[in-house]
């Protein structure tokens, strides 16, 4: 557990580009500079909570002396690998959020958080005995149990700056399907994550939450509905169909096409002659 207070980013190069073997999770009063994290920065610098994962790339830029305030939680894998949060842990997308996605929280779960955090720091200062390791582990589950809600949370209070980005995702998806997929192949949801500038994990959260449908699902649906366009009101073979729509096989377009509504592409097209 380390204290903000306690923390003063210099201009030591260090800052620029870093990475730790270890999960962190931080709850940051105060601004200190602009945190990188993947591709893009965190889109506020103060009263956030963060979630980072091991292995990613990391820098600190500009870098103030404003004071500071709350704490940095962090673990190695091993402390958890033998627990069932060991096993789970990577169903928390959060911990793959790259921008955009710190989570805001209300005072009462700011209360909650950091009640916990606490918890956790005044067993870390008990004498050691076989019941701390489980302890601490139960501490930390219990908090991303919470942070899962309270992210649950924002995705509808911040419903008006998550509006923005699926009507956005509707246009890039539009645009794709009727110029670029040809070219580019099939949509992904890296592609579309990228040119949002979120991370994909965070993407599937958010239109899962506006939408009922995770990303993957949303992307099938959009072609699926823009392979019925080209088959009831153009000429197009199957095969032109399939590469407009970026299938490299044919065969591909069908399957997947029969699978979201169980006819084949000649079967629907037959349905409207």
């Known amino acids: 557990m380390i204290d903000f207070e306690h923390i003063k980013f210099d201009s030591n190069e260090i800052w620029s580009s870093f990475y730790y073997d270890f999960y962190c999770v931080a709850i940051k009063k105060g601004a ?7 591709q893009a920065h965190y889109d ?3 009263g956030v909570m963060s979630f980072t994962k091991p292995g990613q790339i990391f820098s600190v830029t ?9 704490y940095m939680m962090v673990f190695k894998p091993e402390l958890i690998r033998d627990s069932e949060l060991g096993k789970v842990i990577g169903n928390y997308g959060f911990f793959s959020y790259s921008t955009s996605e710190a989570l805001h929280l209300s005072e009462k779960e700011d209360y909650i958080i950091m009640s916990l955090m606490n918890q956790i720091q005044d067993e870390l200062k008990n004498n050691i ?19 899962k809600r309270f992210h649950n949370r924002q995705f509808l209070t911040r419903s008006s700056v998550n509006n923005d980005i699926v009507l956005k995702m509707e246009e890039l998806m539009d645009a794709y399907l009727k110029s670029d997929a040809s070219i ?16 994909p994990n965070y993407l599937s959260d958010l239109l ?26 153009t000429s197009l073979s199957i095969k032109e169909i399939a590469y407009e729509l970026g299938f490299e096989y044919p065969q591909s377009f069908s399957t997947m096409f029969k699978k979201n509504t169980q006819q084949t592409p000649l079967q629907f097209r037959a349905a409207f002659n």
């Open 62 to 70: 500009n870098p103030t002396d404003d004071p500071l305030s709350g």
């Open 32 to 38: 200190s500079g602009k945190f990188r994290y993947g």
């Open 184 to 199: 580019l192949g099939v949509p992904t949801v890296h592609f579309f994550a990228e040119k949002l500038n979120i991370s």
């Open 44 to 46: 506020f610098d103060e």
């Open 208 to 233: 899962k939450s506006a939408t009922g449908q995770n990303a993957q699902t949303y992307i099938q649906e959009a072609v699926v509905e823009r392979a019925k366009e080209l088959l009831s009101t």
């Open 129 to 147: 005995d076989h019941y701390s390791q489980d302890l601490i582990v139960s501490h930390i589950d219990l908090l991303l149990n919470y942070a």
